[in-house]
Every structure is written in C-alpha cells, then in structure tokens.
C-alpha cells in the first residue's frame, strides 16, 4: 500500500496564478483533510471531508477550494495564488472521525512557494 | 492566547538522558489527546495517544492532568534516533477536529 501521496511535492507560482494538489489515499478511508503548516504555527486545517462528495471548512479556508468526487482523492484548489499561502500542504486520511480511532495518516507534503 | 501550546525549544539533551515535554490546551472541553512526531521535512506520524490514567510504550511515557489543562511526554534513555519534533495535539468540539501545537523540538547529542 502506498497509503497517503500528494502531487506536486514542490511549486513554485507566481502571485495569481492557479493550481491544484492532489491527494490520494489507498486505505480506504472516509475522512480527509487539508492542512498547512507554518513555522511555529503547528498544522492548521483548511478543509475536509467525511465523504466521497461533501466537503467542509476548516480554521483557514479562504483562498482555497476543494473536491471529493472520488472516495479515494481530495484536490485541494488555489485560483489566485498570493505570497500568504506560501506553505507546506499536507493531507491526510482516518479511518473514522472521533475518539481514539482518529489516526491520521499523513502524506509527505507539497511544498508551495509563492512568489 | 493560543489553543495548544507547547515550549518550541529546542531541548538539547546527551543520549541516554531523560526528557519531558509539557503542553497546555485551553478547553477545558478537550476530550482526546494525542502526540506525534514530525522528522525534519517529513510528515507527521503518531507516537501515542494519551489516556486519562497514563500510559506507557516502552521508553516513552504520557501524562493527562486534566485539572491543570497539560499533557506531557516523557522520553527515558534517550537515542540520536528520538531527534524530531514532537507535536501536541488535542480533539475538542462537536467536528472532532484535531487542533495541533507548535511542536516541541528534540535534538538528541551524541
């Protein structure tokens, strides 16, 4: 299994330009999620999904959009990028949502530079 | 204030020593406490959960103090192999969203 990946694992755009991340998961999973993580910040969740077809907000959704239409990818959108979303994206998958079933898998990261 | 809080360090420590980390939430409705660990430039894994009475996985220990709002993670006889960022998190709210500290840094010296 390859669990959790992400394509591109770096980018670099210039302000307002677009593009997507792409997340995969091989586990089957129900839920996924989008995070960012800044220096000192820890990771901050954009947006998720609990199915193949719903998504929901995050703390930091602005700027960004999302897709599930198949169970097992979640694209992560950003339409007009800007210096602030220069970040490491991170997505990751669990099983189920609550309790001590909650493991998230994570996958490597993309790194996004926006310039 | 923020809702985890956790000492960024780094906390540089000889191998074979023991090291405690510490970290605060502020909901006190906070229902479930996890740690995990983030190699530089990796992704985060789980280390552990914490359960209320405490609990243990070889050399490693976590703590729940409920009344003082902080968990904690003992590192005993510790590796160059334990160098990583150790990051806090904690489940609290309806959604069950996993709210993540800063990380703790753990460099581990020969």
Known sequence: ?115 | RKEVEQDPGPFNVPEGATVAFNCTYSNSASQSFFWYRQDCRKEPKLLMSVYSSGNEDGRFTAQLNRASQYISLLIRDSKLSDSATYLCVVIYGAGNMLTFGGGTRLMVKP
């Open chain 1, 1 to 115: 299994n390859a669990g959790v990946t992400q394509t591109p694992k770096f980018r670099v755009l210039k302000t307002g330009q677009s593009m997507t991340l792409l997340c995969a998961q091989d586990m089957n999973h129900e839920y996924m999620y989008w995070y960012r993580q800044d220096p000192g910040m820890g990771l901050r969740l954009i947006h998720y999904s609990v199915g193949e077809g719903t998504t929901a907000k995050g703390e930091v959704p602005d700027g960004y959009n999302v897709s599930r239409l198949k169970k097992q990818n979640f694209l992560l959108g950003l339409e007009s990028a800007a210096p602030s979303q220069t970040s490491v994206y991170f997505c990751a998958s669990s099983y189920s949502l609550a309790g001590s079933y909650n493991e998230q898998f994570f996958g490597p990261g993309t790194r996004l530079t926006v310039l």
